[in-house]
């Protein structure tokens, strides 16, 4: 079966267009279908408990002080502290179970036979098996002192500090602050059991499983994964029929000429582009020292190898959990993307042997934009966590508080200007390419690529602090799964199409539609995709089955990526002449990772009724780092050893410090993510499955033995991806000084130009 380029292309605006048609019904109905705010929540005798302005205040300090990054609400965040929604259902639970006992029995609940515990903990679970019709929340007398002391036991953690759960003295600034906190809290617990008008389970759908307060998975989520085990195995049949149907001639090296890195000259631009990898490298190194302090957090909360007995100071005052693992994500985030960035304006030459006027001028000045906003961003951070900036502006300058979306969004402003520059600098890098070439043409793929991830960005930009949590759970998604799971996966395919092409190993219309049929995939299931995580936090369960549909879909693009990488792989690895094996040997990683941690794990924690219990846990970890690091942190390098190589004199080349550090990578990360991080994260999904949510991520799960014990088993990963991350920057530094000066004024004929990039039309 031949498929054309212009056939692809009407088929990527038609699945685009439904997309949008989609994901925008589903904003209309967010914001329709939202759990509401109550203007006040009123006791018995219809004093006050709360006020609406109260929990929207609470929703504020959640975010001012980090603790996203510390714990997780309905599920998101970090899996350090509690979930601050099942945490407060439990609380709830238990402290109406003391209220009712004592009422009743004058004893306390755990003084009481099993009888009259039957008898109390019914009366419970149908208080709390109720309706909302609108107007005031009205509270039993059990659930309004439930809430009074849920506020104490908050002010107490979070105000006054528990190093026992690595919370920090004064993480919260002051009592009033920390009693709003626990009215948020307590009001997304009462939206996860309390139902949804017309419906027989609650707003999350029954989240989190909790038995006591009547949560239960539904049957939609055990009926959906059913459905789910059987698209996966006609996802992954289609996948290989596409692969094997579609007529895309692998890379070959026979009877073709692959430029030598020496056979090329560089550009000014392109030493200019080099300049962003050391920045990156730099970024990456204090990622992954962070992610072993992190790591550590879980085994001594308050310390760290015991340096606090001999200084007298807690790391966790003066660096967080919190402020650690924001650090940490946002890190990841930067320099990766900004290694990308990079790429995107070295690769321009290598195609039309082309130099804007003031080219590498302009992308100094992008790069140093880049470092102000980096810098700017993670200050930032610190100072609105640590409450020095105040007023409107700690979510303008300092810590907007969301995981992923952390910086300020003046910061986050930056990002997106920075995306901005970028693309006007690779258009005039690709003007030669774009002037000749279709609009669905490679140069236009990789514009398409770049622009879809600032468009996504906008997204963060639709929600204050004070919009339902519900609400900005919802853009929050679009900006991290579209990014990961369609715009990066978009750039991944163009950046190799575009890499390809530039060492003549395929034409230019061949890249083409390769790349324009793995964008059509990924962006047919990746985008609608993203409704997996609108299960639990509040939005309608028509998600349910549109979310498990296309989450397993995206199996199909991942098995032809892998099968693509396969091919390369085979073919590099015949031919012993091939100068870039140890570029290609990044690629191929990137594309088993990919197939491994988004593909497998992520098909595993996506099926309704998994997620139902896993949610939250350390299998979504294990996920994560063998889809970001695993995936897109390996392409990345494998665009650096790339450049460098053309960078650098071939009798000067040497490459054995990356495969040193390669190979610390691969297996760092096997042993972190199949030796520690996943045996947890089952442990978890055991713990939930036995005695609820709140204990699978109870203080009292992570200091069990076993679990103690695989936390220490993350060690020698976590060595061996610090010790891979350390050679890297050391073989960077040696590097620096045997890149090969650029030509003055090059030209074309100085350049070993793919072979008619610029006639294949």
């Known amino acids: 079966m031949e498929l054309k380029r212009k056939t692809i292309a009407k088929a990527i605006a038609v699945v685009f267009i439904f997309n949008l048609v989609v994901m925008g019904a589903g904003a209309w109905f967010a914001y329709q279908e939202a759990p509401p705010i109550p203007d006040e929540v009123v006791g018995p005798d219809g004093d006050v408990v709360v006020s609406g302005e109260e929990i929207r205040h609470g929703k504020t300090v959640f975010q001012k002080n980090g603790l996203m990054n510390h714990g997780s609400i309905l599920g998101n965040g970090a899996y350090y502290g509690s979930d601050f929604t099942a945490d407060a259902l439990e609380l709830k639970v238990q402290f109406m179970r003391e209220y009712y006992a004592g009422e009743r029995y004058g004893e306390s609940y755990d003084a009481l036979d099993s009888a009259e515990q039957a008898a109390v903990a019914d009366v419970v679970e149908k208080d709390l098996d109720g309706s909302y019709d609108g107007g005031a929340i009205q509270y039993s007398a059990a659930e309004a002192y439930a809430h009074e002391q849920v506020r104490e036991e908050y002010v107490e953690r979070y105000h006054e500090g528990d190093h026992e759960r690595g919370v920090p003295a004064g993480m919260i600034d002051s009592e009033a602050d920390a009693e709003q906190f626990a009215d948020f809290a307590m009001w997304t617990a009462w939206f996860s059991h309390t139902d949804r008008p017309g419906s027989s389970h609650s707003y999350t759908n029954d989240w989190p499983y909790n038995p006591s307060a009547g949560n239960d998975a539904t049957a939609a989520s055990m009926t959906w994964s059913v459905i789910a085990m059987v698209l996966l195995v006609a996802g992954a049949g289609i996948g290989i029929w596409l692969y094997k149907s579609v007529q895309l001639p692998e890379p070959s090296t026979e009877g073709i000429s692959v430029p030598e890195p020496g056979d090329v000259s560089i550009f000014p631009s392109q030493r200019a582009a080099l300049r962003f990898i050391p920045v990156a490298a730099g970024l990456f190194l204090a990622q992954v020292l962070l992610g072993g302090l992190l790591a550590h957090f879980y085994i001594e909360r308050a310390g760290f190898f015991g340096i606090e007995k001999l200084f007298g100071v807690h790391i966790l005052q003066l660096l967080p959990f919190s402020l650690a693992k924001a650090w940490h994500i946002d890190l990841g985030i930067l320099w990766i993307a900004a290694t990308w960035l990079g790429a995107g304006l070295f690769l321009p030459p290598l195609l039309t042997g082309y130099e804007p006027p003031k080219q590498s001028t302009y992308i100094d000045v992008l790069l140093g934009a880049i470092v102000v906003v980096t810098v700017g961003g993670l200050s930032g951070i610190w100072l609105g966590a640590n409450g020095y900036i105040d007023g409107q502006l700690w979510w303008i300058l300092g810590n907007e508080g969301l995981e992923y979306l952390e910086v300020g969004k003046l910061w986050q402003f930056g990002i997106l200007a920075g995306f901005g520059i970028w693309a006007v600098l690779a258009i005039r890098g690709l003007k030669p390419l774009l002037d000749r070439e279709p609009v669905f043409g490679l140069a236009h793929m990789i514009l398409y690529a770049g622009s879809s991830i600032a468009l996504l960005f906008v997204a963060g930009f639709l929600f204050t602090p004070e919009t339902n949590i519900a609400v900005t759970e919802f853009w929050r998604w679009w900006v991290v799964h579209m990014w990961v799971e369609g715009a990066f996966e978009f750039f991944i395919i163009a950046i190799v199409g575009l890499t390809l092409v530039s060492m003549n190993l395929l034409t230019r219309r061949t890249a083409e539609k390769a790349v324009m049929l793995q964008a059509l995939l990924v962006m047919g299931t990746g985008i609608i995709g993203v409704s997996h995580h609108y299960w639990w936090v509040g939005m309608p369960d028509m998600w349910v089955p549109i979310g498990s549909a296309f989450s397993t879909l995206e199996l199909i693009p991942l098995v032809f990526i892998l099968y693509e990488a396969l091919g390369q792989y085979r073919v590099m690895s015949a031919d012993g002449s091939f ?175 793919a072979e008619g990039i610029l006639s294949d039309d």
Request: glycine residues 10%.
């Open 579 to 753: 100068p870039y094996r140890l570029p290609f040997m990044f690629i191929i990683a990137s594309g088993v990772w990919n197939f491994v941690g988004a593909g497998v794990l992520g098909f595993f924690i996506n099926l309704p009724l998994i997620n139902y219990y896993e949610h939250g846990t350390y299998l979504t970890v294990g996920h994560a780092h063998a889809a970001m690091f695993g995936a897109f942190g390996f392409l990345a390098l494998g665009m650096v050893t790339y450049m460098l190589q053309v960078a650098i004199e071939p009798a000067r080349w040497d490459g054995s410090w990356l495969r040193a550090a390669f190979w610390c990578w691969n297996v760092g990360l096997v042993l972190m993510v199949f030796v520690s991080v996943l045996p947890v994260g089952f442990l978890q999904l055991e713990t939930a499955f036995t005695g609820g949510y709140a204990a699978a991520r109870s203080l009292a799960f992570y200091n069990q033995p076993l679990v103690q014990t695989l936390f220490w088993a993350r060690l020698p990963g976590d060595s061996l991806v610090i010790l891979g991350t350390v050679i890297y920057a050391a073989d960077l530094v040696r590097k620096r000084f045997v890149l090969r000066e650029s030509a003055e004024d090059p030209s074309v004929e100085d350049m070993a130009v």
